[in-house]
């Protein structure tokens, strides 16, 4: 079994910051790309940011110099921080990662819970 775990999130004023962490746990043999997505009320899920095996980062064109995604390779973690933050970053936060559980030769997606991230004064 693998599961996602988020943290951090919560209410933080416009221009504030706030980080976010995802740690999978679990038998897990090796793990691809990592990514946060969000979905704002009356929204679609969309993509935040991605972080390939390599390092290799992409942003979404609202996030960009804004947010920064990172991964703890050796503690299966995902994490975003979130700078200058928006009333309009205002959402529910869902962590991704693409996992080979260790029975397994397949890769299968994996989502965190979500955690909602509110931007208001």
């Known amino acids: 079994q693998v599961q996602l775990v988020e943290s951090g999130g919560g209410l933080v004023q416009p221009g504030g910051s706030l980080g976010l962490s995802c740690a999978a746990s679990g038998s897990i043999f090796s793990i691809n790309d990592m990514g946060w997505y969000r979905q704002a009320p009356g929204k679609q899920r969309e993509l935040v940011a991605t972080i390939a095996s390599d390092g290799t980062t992409n942003y979404a064109d609202a996030v960009k110099g804004r947010f920064t995604i990172s991964r703890d390779n050796a503690k299966n973690t995902v994490s975003l921080q979130m700078n200058s933050l928006k009333p309009e970053d205002t959402a529910v936060y869902y962590c991704?990662?693409?996992?080979?559980?260790?029975?397994?030769?397949?890769?299968?997606?994996?989502w965190g819970q979500g955690t909602q991230v509110t931007v208001s004064s």
């Open positions: 991704k990662q693409i996992i080979r559980p260790r029975d397994s030769t397949a890769m299968y997606q994996y």
